[in-house]
């Protein structure tokens, strides 16, 4: 969840770090042993598998599913970024507002009204 917090606040690379970190530590939670019966407490209950799922299996899947989705979101707006570069480089460099207005042909409608700041 603070991948997506710092995704929203704008922290793309943190984001994406602590993204890729939630998905590691996912991961290695489900590869994680499972406790035994020997391990202390109640004992598992025998049968068809019953009560041999590793405890850690729901919050390693909820990481490893936020976790993707920010990498996936974060990955996105930074490539977005990336490929319309003139656009943005065009619209900081200029002084006035009609100069802004001539560097729409840069980028496509959608992109120009999502960057567009309201007055």
Do not use: E
């Not at 991948?3 to 943190?14: G, K, M, R």
């Not at 990498?71 to 570069?85: D, P, T």
């Amino acid at each position: 969840m603070a991948a997506l917090v710092c995704a929203f606040a704008a922290l793309h690379y943190v984001a994406l770090f602590v993204g890729a970190l939630a998905i590691v530590w996912g991961v290695s939670a489900m590869r994680a042993p499972r406790p035994s019966a020997t391990d202390g407490g109640t004992p598992a209950p025998t049968g068809t598998g019953v009560g041999t799922q590793n405890p850690l299996t729901p919050a390693a899947l909820a990481g490893i599913l936020t976790g993707a989705m920010t990498v996936v979101f974060v990955s996105s707006v930074l490539g977005l970024a990336l490929y319309y570069n003139d656009y943005v480089t065009c619209v900081q460099d200029s002084l006035t507002s009609s100069g802004a207005d001539g560097c729409d042909r840069l980028a496509p409608q959608w992109y120009v009204d999502i960057t567009k700041k309201s007055d």
